[in-house]
């Protein structure tokens, strides 16, 4: 199963993606769609719903998992963050990609085995899951493949077994 995890943001949109198969992950890709603060703000939408669009396009996932919205202090910023994550949500729906949200603390309690893990253990657990020899960089990216993991762990052997049972052995 192909998972795109994708932590989401206007200024810098982290993904991942991820090939899991009996319990093993492969990465595949990983990187940041990045807009410049000078852009006026429609067009840095256009510009995550593009760099998504083409992510979706070359890597083919099966599945989108994302993180889910969250109050911040900032209503400026949390409100951004929701339309950028709209025009994510916009692109994963025309690809035909079912998609999975969770929380900060589901994505600590899944790649760490505790719900209150400090930010820089999710990200070391996650290379060490991954094999990479360092922690992908920018810190949007590690936070997208932690949400790619999350998913395999949450839901990976589930959806494996139903699309046995529809299409036959993977």
Known sequence: MRVLGIDPGYAIVGWGVLDYAGNRFTPVDFGAVCTDAGVPFERRLDEVYTGVKEVIQRTKPEVLAIEKLFYQHNQTTVIGVAEARGVILLAAAQAGLPIYEYTPMQVKQ????????????????????????AVPKPDDTADALAMAITFCHTNGNQLNRFRRQVVGPI
Request: charged share 20%.
């Open 110 to 133: 899944a790649v760490t085995g505790y719900g209150k893990a400090v930010k820089k253990q999710v990200q070391e657990m996650t290379r060490i899951l991954l094999h990479l020899p």
